[in-house]
């Protein structure tokens, strides 16, 4: 019997992939290039039930920052290697993993979220922003788009968390490469990679009138 593939092709036609740098910051991305102070972000509700601020993770040898949310088969795929990673590195190693939803689909509502990460067991923090500022502010498109940050902060590295959706084919560990060359002092090798997943649905922002 044939195995299904992980994603279907429904998810493939959601799938996005940047693929001109022209006019943006990085190679693949609008708003921040490698060695960039990464955007902050203060006072977004967590499945936890705490308000969660990159400052509270100001000790973290390491942040990583993942935009993911419930619904997004890519992001779905993707949610064993996030709980492995994490298991090894929050406490081991003190890397702080922090993911961030920014979509307004009823299924990614918080509540939704709480019953997901406590379903699959997130080791990881998992908060909701509503406004979608901190998605724009770090240019992220997809569902998983992964940044890694430096002890001081800046952007070592931004893009897939590896370099396939299928973990049998998987032969660069991006995100593991960068933050383990963090860890030892050095400059990931590779700073920045296409991000592939679903596409952030983001909304059109008001304008008040004064």
């Keep these: 019997m ?20 022209f006019g943006w910051a990085g190679k693949f991305n609008r708003k921040l290039n490698i060695g960039d102070a990464a955007p902050t972000f203060k006072e977004l509700p967590g499945t936890d039930g705490k308000m969660h601020s990159l400052d509270l993770y100001k000790d973290s040898k390491a942040v990583v920052v993942i935009f993911l949310c419930n619904h997004c088969p890519v992001a ?36 939704k979220m709480k019953e997901h990460a406590t379903a699959k067991k997130f080791p990881f923090t998992y ?36 370099d396939s959706i299928n973990p049998g084919k998987v032969d660069t560990h991006y995100v593991r490469d960068a933050v383990d060359a963090i860890l030892a002092g ?25």
Excluded: W
């Design 76 to 111: 779905a795929a993707y949610e064993q290697r996030l709980i492995e990673f994490a298991a090894e590195y929050q406490e081991k190693k003190g890397v702080a993993v922090i993911a961030i939803s920014v979509s307004h689909r009823p299924e990614d509502a918080l509540d």
């Design 127 to 162: 908060v909701h922003d509503a406004s979608q500022d901190v998605g724009r502010n770090y240019g992220a498109t997809a569902t998983p788009h992964v940044f890694v940050l430096d002890k001081a902060r800046k952007v070592a590295y931004m893009g897939a968390f590896d």
């Design 186 to 210: 050095k400059q990931p090798e590779i700073g920045e990679s296409r991000q592939i997943g679903c596409a952030i649905e983001y909304q059109k922002k008001t304008v008040e009138k004064k």
């Design 2 to 21: 044939k195995r299904k593939p992980i994603v279907s092709l429904v998810s493939v036609l959601a799938v996005i992939v940047a693929t001109s740098s």
